[in-house]
C-alpha cells in the first residue's frame, strides 16, 4: 500500500512517499529563503549532517540528483567533451560558497555541493556513483511489494538545457 505525506517547504511541497514500509523523499524543501535552494537546501543539511558510511543517522539507500557529472546520458555512460576539465575542478574543490552568499547560494552552486557531498559520502547516487543521469529512459526502480516507479521525465533535450545552463552558471560564477 501507498500514502503519502505532504509537508510544507515554504514555496512548495515535500513529499514523503512510504511504499510498504520503504520511504522515498521527493524534493526536501528550502534551507532558508533564496529561490534556487527550494530543491537542494534541505538536502545539503541533512547530507551534510546524516554522518558517514556505517554510522549515519538516517540510512539512504538510494539519491537521484542529476548535477553536472550526471550529464549528458548516453548509453555508453557520461559524455563529457571539453567539459571534462570545468567537471573535474567541481570534483575537486566541491563549489565553494563565498561568506556573503552563504545564507542563499546559487542554484548550480547548491546542486555541485550536493553532488559532492554524495560523492565523498559514498552515497548510491543515480544507480551507481552518480555519472548517469535519472531521466525518462531510466529503467523502473522497484520498491518492495512489487512496487515500481517509472520516471517520466526530464526528457534528454532538457538535460542537455540544463547541462548548458549550468556550464554557463559556472562560468560566470569564475569556476
Not at 530543491?39 to 538510494?62: K, Q, T, Y
Not at 529503467?139 to 517509472?150: G, I, K, M, R, S
Request: glycine share 10%; with cysteine; net charge positive.
Amino acid at each position: 500500500m501507498l500514502k503519502l505525506k505532504m509537508y510544507p517547504a515554504k514555496n512548495g511541497d515535500a513529499f514523503l512517499i512510504n511504499a510498504n514500509g520503504q520511504h522515498l523523499l521527493v524534493d526536501a524543501g528550502y534551507a532558508s529563503t533564496h529561490i534556487d535552494a527550494d530543491h537542494i537546501g534541505g538536502l545539503l543539511v541533512l547530507f551534510n549532517d546524516n554522518g558517514p558510511p556505517g554510522r549515519r543517522r538516517i540510512e539512504i539507500d538510494a539519491v537521484w540528483h542529476n548535477s553536472l557529472r550526471s550529464l549528458p546520458y548516453t548509453a555508453e555512460g557520461p559524455c563529457l567533451g571539453d567539459h571534462a576539465g570545468v567537471l573535474e575542478a567541481i570534483k575537486r574543490r566541491g563549489f565553494p560558497v563565498p561568506p556573503a552568499l552563504a545564507v542563499n547560494p546559487i542554484g548550480a552552486g547548491q546542486g555541485s555541493s550536493l553532488a559532492k557531498l554524495l560523492r565523498t559520502q559514498g552515497y548510491h547516487w543515480n544507480d551507481g556513483d552518480g555519472s548517469r543521469s535519472i531521466d525518462n529512459r531510466s529503467a523502473p526502480y522497484t520498491l518492495l511489494n512489487q512496487v515500481h516507479l517509472e520516471v517520466l521525465g526530464p526528457r534528454p533535450e532538457r538535460l542537455e538545457a540544463l547541462r548548458m545552463l549550468w556550464l554557463r552558471e559556472i562560468r560566470r560564477l569564475g569556476h
